[in-house]
C-alpha cells in the first residue's frame, strides 16, 4: 500500500498531532480548515490511516488488515460524507446515516472515523442533526470535519471541534516539494507565489490546461485596456470556469491594492502582471479596487452555495467592472 505521506510543511502539525493521539488526549473532534491547495486533505488521510491502523509508528504501518482494507477503499469503520455527485449540499440523510454509525460498535475493535469534507456543505438541518453526534459521540470515535472557509459553518458545530487551522506556507518549507513537482527552482517558486503561498493549488494551476486558461484571462484583461467590449471577451472566456475566473481577478486585484499602496512591485504575487497593474495603477482609486475585490468575494460564495444560476451575467458584470478600472 502506497501510505498517504504527510506533506513535508506538515511535519510539526503531525507530530503534535500523533502526541495527541499517543497520550489518549486526542479529541473526539477536529476540524481542519484552510484555504484550497495548502493540503489539509492529505493530512486528514494520513490521520485517518493512522487511527485505524493496528500497530502505527509515525504513520498507519501499511501492511496490517485495516491498512489493507483501507487501501482496498472500503474500511467498516470509516465513513466519509460528502456532497453527492453534482451536488452542492451535505443534506440531513447521510448525517442520519453518520449518526447510526456512531451508535455501533467499531468492527476491528478500534476506532471508528468519521470524515466529513467540506464541512461547510452540510446545510442547515444536516449540521443541526449532526450535533447531537458531535455532542455525545462515544468512545473511540475521531469526527474530522475538512473545511476551505469555516465561517460559513454553524458556530454551534465549530465550537464543538478543536480547530486546526492550516496556514499559506513560506518557500523555504515546501521548496524541495515543489521543485519536484514542477521541474525546476524557477517554477517552483513562480507558481508559489501564483498560489499566493499554497503548494498543492501551485501545482494544480501550473498543470497545461490551467496554464492556458490564465494566459486566457490575461489576454481578455489586455484587450480590455485597448478597448475591446467587456461582453464579447466574457464571450471568449469558458463560463463553465466562472470560479477560476473570478479566483484570479480577486489575486490580481489584491496585487493591484499591494502595488497601489507601496507602489513596490517586489510584493506581487503575479510579477509578470505588471504592465497591466501599472495601467490600473493610473487610475488609482484604491477605494474602487477593494469595492470590486468584496464584489468578487461575495459572487464566489453565491456561487459556491448555488444561489448564483447564471455564470454568463456573473463573468460579463465582472469583466465590465474590470474595463472600467483598467480603462482610465
Ligand atoms: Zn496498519
Not at 470524515?115 to 474530522?144: R, W, Y
Not at 490600473?280 to 444561489?307: H, I, M, S, T
Amino acid at each position: 500500500m502506497a501510505l498517504t505521506g504527510v506533506m513535508p510543511w506538515h511535519q510539526a502539525t503531525w507530530q503534535h498531532l500523533t502526541r495527541l493521539a499517543d497520550s489518549g488526549r486526542m479529541p473526539h473532534a477536529l476540524l481542519i480548515h484552510g484555504a484550497h491547495g495548502v493540503g489539509k486533505q492529505q493530512l486528514a488521510e494520513a490521520l485517518i490511516a493512522r487511527t485505524l491502523c493496528a500497530s502505527p509508528a509515525d504513520q498507519a504501518c501499511g501492511h496490517c488488515h485495516s491498512c489493507a482494507m483501507l487501501a482496498s477503499g472500503y474500511h467498516p469503520d470509516l465513513l466519509r460524507v460528502s456532497p453527492e455527485e453534482g451536488k452542492r449540499q451535505i443534506r440531513i440523510d447521510p448525517i442520519r446515516e453518520v449518526n447510526r454509525f456512531v451508535s455501533q460498535t467499531a468492527q476491528q475493535g478500534g476506532y471508528r472515523v468519521i470524515v466529513i469534507s467540506p464541512a461547510e456543505a452540510m446545510n442547515v438541518a444536516a449540521a443541526n442533526a449532526l450535533l447531537k453526534s458531535l455532542e455525545e459521540p462515544g468512545e473511540k470515535t475521531l469526527f474530522i470535519l475538512l473545511s476551505d472557509v469555516p465561517s460559513r459553518m454553524l458556530a454551534t458545530i465549530r465550537s464543538r471541534c478543536q480547530q486546526w487551522s492550516l496556514a499559506s506556507v513560506a518557500f523555504e518549507a515546501c521548496r524541495g516539494w515543489l521543485i519536484e513537482q514542477l521541474g525546476s527552482l524557477d517554477e517552483a517558486y513562480f507558481w508559489w507565489q501564483v498560489a499566493g503561498g499554497l503548494p498543492l493549488l501551485a501545482v494544480e494551476l501550473a498543470a497545461p490546461e490551467e496554464r492556458a486558461l490564465r494566459h486566457q484571462i490575461h489576454d481578455s484583461f489586455e484587450q480590455l485596456v485597448r478597448g475591446s467590449e467587456p461582453v464579447s471577451e466574457a464571450a471568449r472566456l469558458d463560463r463553465q470556469a466562472i470560479d477560476a475566473i473570478l479566483w484570479y481577478g480577486i489575486a490580481w486585484l489584491e496585487d493591484l491594492i499591494r502595488l497601489g499602496l507601496s507602489g513596490e512591485a517586489a510584493v506581487l504575487h503575479n510579477p509578470d502582471l505588471e504592465p497591466l497593474y501599472r495601467q490600473a495603477v493610473k487610475n488609482g482609486r484604491v477605494q474602487d479596487w477593494f469595492r470590486l475585490l468584496d464584489y468578487a468575494r461575495e459572487q464566489r460564495r453565491l456561487l459556491a452555495v448555488g444561489a448564483n444560476p447564471n455564470p454568463q451575467l456573473v463573468l460579463e458584470a465582472w469583466l465590465v467592472r474590470w474595463a472600467a478600472l483598467l480603462r482610465s
